[in-house]
């Protein structure tokens, strides 16, 4: 008994190395020596996670809730769990199926069949073990095997860049409120000054120094201020909601900050090596696994050409009397090998293969084109930080000296000393930079989240809380606290 079972493990344990699919040899990608516009080096602040990059507690508690109850995360992570689930279901074709059996038959043959003085009636009883092994002879369960891991790798590390997209268009969506937020904080202050305006012109044209003219261009001035604020709230609103929508909330309003925090904001920004972008990215990661996967599935098509070879066994104990199952005799096996062969498939098995094989070849080029796009994403990333740093700069000087220009016709118009068109003109440029200003600091801040983003930072850290989520219902109107997604990192 135990000698041809003992012949089949062997022979499956040595045939199964047999393995009839290309081996693996990722292509080689080509490299900048250096990002355009940064110098190499080993640190980069795309190694620090989200909590370290945003320190403003009112982003942190957006990025928090988005993390556990946003809906993308969350159908991401159920679809990890279903490729967990068959990566399983895959992988257990290359162990054999056993089961216990139990069995009580009853038969009753014709009487004119029964020879003379026999019983017509008969019984038998049943129980054992069963096997079935498709022997994997080639590889084929092998290689199924290894392309279910790889799509599960792939699976999670593309849960991981949606965190990633999703700290990032929270970060983007904060600093697009706040940049509304600042202009319509100026056009309100800019309404009241322009008001203050028209009083004096008003007064003016009273005491017969000013003209009408004057004063109809004072108060054209107010209705433009005045024209920009509800279009403001309205955007403002629409912001907020869009927000609520990205941390898996009803529309309502945002706790937030202000830009005002933000304008200083002259950080040094190491980008790293290339080399790391390879390493960090999870989209990089995401189609390298799926060309592992791909290759992999051309071992599986081509085992298929190949002889398979199953076993089926079986073990256990018949008696026709219940009671005599287990008594010395009653012992009962048997051991079925069976080979088979394909002869005709009409080029089937054959086209399967150079499937396999043309989606390896798409799955190499995908892999190169996201390296490729990478390493742009990140050249062009570097210098929008660069200029619109350098943009900002000049700005907000720029609004400074308009500023002081605004200070200074008021003066000479209060003086007699010039028309009221001066101060008009200065004062319509001074409200322009003073949005222009705002619109730049803005550009700035996103430049650094995308930034950000592109070198593959933002996933880190951001596990455990989008467990949360799957775990939990998410609950609506819950706001956190300011800093408490910082005091749990």
Known sequence: MNNPLRIALLGSVLLTSCMVGPRFDPPVPIEPEAFRGAENTEESFADLAWFEVFRDPSLQGLIRTALRNNYDVRIAAERVIEARARYTVINSGRYPDVDAFGVQQWDRVSRDRAPAGVDRNSQLTSIGLGLSWDLDFWGRYASASDAARAELLATEFARAAILQSLVADVALAYFQLLELDSELAIAQGTLGSRNKSVELVSARLREGLANKVELRQAQQLVLIAASLVPILEQAIERQENFIRLLIGDLPGPVQRSELGQYK??????????????????????????????????????????????????????????????????????????????????????????????????????????????????VADALIDHTKSHEARQLIQITEETLADQVRLSRMRYRGGVTAYFEVLDSEREHFDSELALAQAIRDELTSTVRLYRALGGGWQGTAELAAEGVQEVPVLNETPEPGEAQADA
């Open 264 to 377: 200083e904001n002259l950080i040094e920004i190491p980008a790293g090596l290339p080399s790391q972008v390879l390493e960090r990215r999870p989209d990089i990661q995401v189609a390298e696994l799926k060309l592992i996967a791909a290759n992999a599935r051309i071992g599986e098509a081509k085992a298929l050409l190949y002889p398979s070879v199953s076993l089926t066994a079986s073990g256990g104990a018949a008696s026709e009397q219940l009671g005599d199952l287990l008594r010395p005799g009653s012992g009962t096996w048997s051991l079925v090998p069976s080979i088979s062969l394909p002869i005709f498939n009409a080029g089937r098995l054959e086209a399967n293969v150079e499937v396999t094989e043309s989606l390896q070849r798409q799955a190499a080029l995908q892999y190169l084109s996201t390296l490729q796009r990478a390493f742009r994403e």
